[in-house]
């Protein structure tokens, strides 16, 4: 990239350890500091919406998608997980309105053998959505 004249004259004004900074910083090195920063700071918190890892179902079936808005992936897991917990103690195909203070609602796909169901847990403007397959035969 070319210099011009005014940039060189800038350069020269400097102390020498400025003049450094701002060199490196024409050379490239702005994306490495960036880097070492990102991976200093401490965790993100709940944001507006995001899509999250699945854990390993408990039973016999698997979950297949969580999402979560306002809340952090670590809750919407111990949502799910803890909403499975209270709908099997009413057997295979029990159902459960409230976990962990939010209020949930199921719909329910089912067939001979299995259901697929699709679960929204909400506490205010805090929501887990999350889908799964339960084997019931």
Request: glycine content about 6%; overall charge positive.
């Amino acid at each position: 990239m070319p210099r011009s004249k005014e940039f060189h004259l800038m350069l020269s004004r400097l102390p020498r350890a400025r003049s450094l900074a701002v060199a490196a910083c024409i050379a490239g090195a702005v994306p490495v500091l960036a880097a070492d920063t990102a991976a200093t700071a401490s965790p993100v918190t709940a944001s507006a919406a995001a899509s999250c890892k699945t854990p390993k179902y408990p039973g016999v079936g698997y979950y297949t998608s969580l999402k979560v808005s306002h809340v952090s992936c670590r809750t919407g897991t111990k949502v799910m997980k803890d909403h499975y917990r209270c709908r099997t103690r009413h057997g295979k195909t029990g159902t459960c309105s409230r976990v962990d203070g939010y209020k949930c609602t199921e719909k329910r796909v089912k067939s001979a053998i299995e259901y697929d169901a699709r679960v929204t847990c909400t506490r205010g403007s805090k929501k887990v959505v999350y889908t799964y397959q339960q084997d019931i035969s």
